[in-house]
């Protein structure tokens, strides 16, 4: 297993998985964690995928962070791209949840307009918690009862969903540490709203070259300062922390 350590806050070396957690732990109050992996020169798959590009640190701390999360949040396009299954953290991590105070487990979150997700795919007969669909008014009527057996489907946009409203209905189901692992519309769309807290960053050692896309796009664009937060290293992967400049939280 590749060690990690800090270099930033402050230096330590061979971070232990409640050191590394202690080092990710959110603030209080609603807070939104975007997960991502990239290569040294900005793409953000490699044959289609994000898993070629990180190592076992990186897969570490990716299974790591979701045990802060009240909610995963995710986009549709990277559910069907990447095959998710379930939201089911293992045994071990739901200990060490209950141990501080979280559920056992976080509730899956998918966003999508079109709706084209299989309800009986294994995210919703597995599901330790009944999945949320945020979707919007335009859906397909059809899907939307079919998925609506399955998982609690509800409209937050007309024909786009609207990261405010996201961020408003989880609220309200008192689901205030949202942890997103993308993809990368997902990402411009939240960027756009200016919806976004944080940034985890594995900067995978590699350069690909290739059709692959950047970790975010949006038809526009939204220049969003970030102050670095926190740095660690892992042989030659660095796993960055950027908050959104001036917010004063974590
Ligand atoms: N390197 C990494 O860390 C990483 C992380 C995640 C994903 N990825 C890669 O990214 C690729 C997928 O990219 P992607 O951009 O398609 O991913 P995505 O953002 O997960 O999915 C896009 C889809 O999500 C839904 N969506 C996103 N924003 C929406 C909004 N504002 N309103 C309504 N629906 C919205 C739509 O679903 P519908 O089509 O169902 O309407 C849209 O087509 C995959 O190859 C995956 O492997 C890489």
Same mark, same amino acid.
Not at 125 to 147: F, I
Not at 189 to 217: K, N, Q, S
């Given at each position: ?7 930033? +806050? ?19 109050? #609603? ?37 802060? !999360? ?10 069907? =791209? ?16 209950? =141990? ?21 795919? +294994? ?15 335009? !859906?397909?009527?059809? @899907? ?32 205030? @540490? ?5 993809? #990368? ?66």
């Amino acid at each position: 297993m590749t060690s990690i350590r800090s270099l930033r +806050p402050a230096p330590a070396a061979a971070l232990t998985d409640d050191q590394l957690l202690q080092s990710y732990a959110p603030p209080a109050g #609603p807070w939104l964690r975007m997960n991502f992996v990239s290569s040294l020169d900005g793409a953000v798959t490699r044959d289609g995928l994000s898993g070629g590009l990180g190592d076992d640190a990186d897969h570490r701390v990716f299974e790591l962070l979701r045990r802060w !999360a009240d909610v995963v949040l995710l986009g549709a396009g990277t559910a069907r =791209a990447e095959g998710y299954g379930a939201m089911r953290l293992p045994e071990e991590s739901e200990r060490w949840r209950v =141990a501080h105070g979280l559920a056992p487990q976080p509730v899956f979150a998918l966003v999508t307009r079109r709706l084209e997700l299989d309800p009986d795919s +294994p995210i919703f007969t597995d599901a330790p918690v009944r999945p949320l669909v945020l979707t919007v008014a335009e !859906a397909p009527a059809e @899907r939307r009862a079919a998925l609506a057996v399955v998982a609690d489907v509800v409209e937050v946009g007309t024909s786009e969903v609207d990261p405010a409203r996201v961020r408003e209905e989880l609220g309200r189901r008192g689901l205030a @540490r949202i942890h997103a692992e993308g993809g #990368p519309s997902l990402f411009g769309a939240f960027l756009t709203a200016g919806a976004v807290d944080e940034l985890c960053l594995t900067l995978a050692p590699t350069l690909e070259a290739g059709p692959a896309g950047r970790i975010a796009h949006s038809p526009q664009a939204a220049p969003t300062a970030m102050e670095l937060a926190a740095v660690l290293q892992a042989g030659d992967e660095l796993l960055l922390r950027y908050r959104r400049a001036g917010d004063r939280k974590g």
